[in-house]
Nanobody, 125 residues
Framework: QVQLVESGGGSVQAGGSLRLSCAAS????????MAWFRQAPGKEREGVAA????????YYADSVKGRFTVSHDGAKNTVYLQMNSLKPEDTAMYYC??????????????????WGQGTQVTVSS
């Protein structure tokens, strides 16, 4: 059993920055991957970034590559998503997820076991 709690969302102007946090608790050893997803109204949930915590290997969606950075603090059991150069199309509910994967990659939401409640990010033009 794993609990995930996101924080750090808010409203910013285009070009601004936000840092999201995801604090994990419970049986965290059962997971080797933490990821960020987002979902805008009327659109499917899409993977944004993933990190394989033991090897510090990261994956990013093409739409955020070069702008977003995912990182992990093992001592705090917390994953971060640093978002720079934000665009209006980044507006969405952002979710933290955890799972175990034999092969690293940016897997779809069906491959994750645990989810947070989400934090809203709104970017105005």
């Amino acid at each position: 059993q794993v609990q995930l709690v996101e924080s750090g969302g808010g409203s910013v102007q285009a070009g601004g920055s936000l840092r999201l946090s995801c604090a994990a608790s419970g049986s965290t050893d059962s997971n080797n991957c933490m990821a960020w997803f987002r979902q805008a109204p009327g659109k499917e949930r899409e993977g944004v970034a993933a990190i394989y915590t033991s090897i510090e290997t990261t994956y990013y969606a093409d739409s955020v590559k070069g702008r977003f950075t995912v990182s992990h603090d093992g001592a705090k059991n917390t994953v971060y998503l640093q978002m720079n150069s934000l665009k209006p199309e980044d507006t969405a509910m952002y979710y933290c997820a955890a799972g175990w994967h034999r092969n690293p990659g940016l897997w779809g939401p069906q491959f994750y076991t645990y989810w947070g409640q989400g934090t809203q990010v709104t970017v105005s033009s």
